[in-house]
T-cell receptor, first 114, second 109 residues
Framework: IAGITQAPTSQILAAGRRMTLRCTQDMRHNAMYWYRQDLGLGLRLIHY???????GKGEVPDGYSVSRANTDDFPLTLASAVPSQTSVYFCASSERADSYNEQFFGPGTRLTVL | GQNIDQPTEMTATEGAIVQINCTYQ??????LFWYQQHAGEAPTFLSY????GLEEKGRFSSFLSRSKGYSYLLLKELQMKDSASYLCAVRDGDYKLSFGAGTTVTVRA
């Protein structure tokens, strides 16, 4: 693994189903983030984690949950998917949350909820 | 909430210069980032400004004026591969990034 990986690459999901998007980084970064990207709206922060064991809510957290059991993994769960959650989801990480460091982004997961 | 504005689209000719402006109003300020995003790909880091002035990195330069809430990204000697979306992002007082909607730059031969 080099950098950040996300799985699946794309997914079509029926409304009401539960779905977990996976994110793994091998850079030993402390901070990790989940964004969704929608046309005309740019990237919006869903949830974040400044360090393993802690999480926080971003701009659009409703309908999503996260966990950070270790440094490398930061899964995003949709408990009961709705069509408005159709989007491209990017996971990102940075060495620390409170410093200059830029965020590195994973390749994204394209999710369609029908 | 945060407010970050940048033009939706710009078109320029290969070899030319293009300037992408970004204005922002945020709760606190801890730096401004520019990212490049090719269609269907992840954003990649281009530049970072936290103090006023110009930062130059090869063909790309970024400028910041904190008092005016203003930044620009300057792309010189445009190449076809520079056709992409350019994202302005501001880190607020809580160190969270807020992104503009992005500027799609099309480079024509």
């Amino acid at each position: 693994i080099a950098g950040i990986t996300q799985a699946p690459t794309s997914q079509i999901l029926a409304a009401g189903r539960r779905m977990t998007l996976r994110c793994t980084q091998d850079m030993r970064h402390n901070a990790m983030y989940w964004y969704r990207q929608d046309l005309g709206l740019g990237l919006r922060l869903i949830h974040y984690s400044n360090t393993a064991g802690t999480t926080g809510k971003g701009e659009v957290p409703d309908g999503y949950s996260v966990s950070r059991a270790n440094t490398d993994d930061f899964p995003l769960t949709l408990a009961s998917a709705v069509p408005s959650q159709t989007s491209v989801y990017f996971c990102a990480s940075s060495e620390r949350a409170d410093s200059y460091n830029e965020q590195f982004f994973g390749p994204g997961t394209r999710l369609t909820v029908l | 909430g945060q407010n970050i504005d940048q033009p939706t689209e710009m078109t320029a000719t290969e070899g030319a210069i293009v300037q992408i402006n970004c204005t922002y109003q945020t709760s606190g300020f801890n730096g401004l980032f520019w990212y490049q995003q090719h269609a269907g790909e992840a954003p990649t880091f281009l530049s970072y400004n936290v103090l006023d002035g110009l930062e130059e990195k090869g063909r790309f330069s970024s400028f910041l004026s904190r008092s005016k809430g203003y930044s620009y990204l300057l792309l010189k000697e445009l190449q076809m591969k520079d056709s992409a979306s350019y994202l302005c992002a501001v880190r607020d007082g809580d160190y969270k990034l807020s992104f503009g909607a992005g500027t799609t730059v099309t480079v024509r031969a």
